[in-house]
């Protein structure tokens, strides 16, 4: 079973995917991680986004390996996810990174989290879920997060989620059969919680 969690940046994805799998006793797959691996590695080498990403070695797990070397917090940097926009509008890092996460969800039950995952990876993932926050919310948690400027961050997600919206291939969406699920007010054990029921209805059903 395939549970698939999309939304904006700093809608709560990461960390309730995280506990969504815990909960349910699935594994969990970042593909953030793997656009800011990246668009880190882009940086790091000088080359376009889309030759990282078909040369890049990405490990995830409890810590974010990239080419052998620990990036995990490296990746979650202001300029970190600047980069990991700018290769998710790449469309041959979407080709590859897309290939690889269907092959990763192919087989087991997985709780992935992204922004095209309902849409373009898993389509016909038993449960959908798009997560939402006003921009407010999102970004005083990405700044309490990251220790940020709540207004420069929230300058920043407004670039950010002007490009994931309007980027040519794969647009940031919900697929027209997600619950969508708006996480401002909620607290994150709210939000697994209804995230496992909606599971537990769809293997009942």
């Known amino acids: 079973m395939v549970v698939a969690i999309d939304g904006p940046a700093g809608a709560g994805k990461s960390s309730v995917?995280?506990?969504v799998a815990q909960a349910l006793g699935f594994t969990y797959l970042d593909t953030g991680a793997m656009y800011r691996s990246v668009g880190l590695a882009a940086e790091r080498?000088?080359?376009a986004p889309g030759v990282a990403a078909e040369r890049a070695r990405i490990e995830l797990g409890e810590r974010v390996l990239l080419d052998g070397e620990d990036v995990t917090e490296a990746i979650r940097t202001p300029e970190a996810s600047e980069a990991a926009s700018r290769a998710a509008a790449d469309p041959a890092v979407r080709k590859a990174l897309v290939a690889q996460q269907r092959r990763i969800v192919a087989d087991g039950d997985w709780v992935a989290e992204g922004r095209d995952i309902g849409t373009?990876?898993?389509p016909d993932a038993a449960v959908k879920v798009f997560l939402t926050a006003s921009p407010e919310e999102r970004a005083r948690?990405?700044?309490a997060q990251i220790g940020a400027d709540v207004a420069?961050?929230?300058?920043?997600?407004?670039i950010r989620d002007e490009r994931d919206a309007n980027r040519e291939h794969d647009p940031l969406a919900a697929a027209a059969d997600a619950v969508e699920l708006d996480t401002t007010g909620l607290s994150l054990e709210q939000v697994v919680e209804r995230v496992v029921a909606l599971v537990a209805a769809a293997r009942a059903a």
């Open 45 to 47: 080498d000088g080359v």
């Open 141 to 143: 948690r990405r700044a």
């Open 120 to 122: 373009v990876v898993a």
């Open 17 to 19: 995917a995280r506990a």
């Open 152 to 158: 420069t961050v929230l300058a920043e997600q407004a």
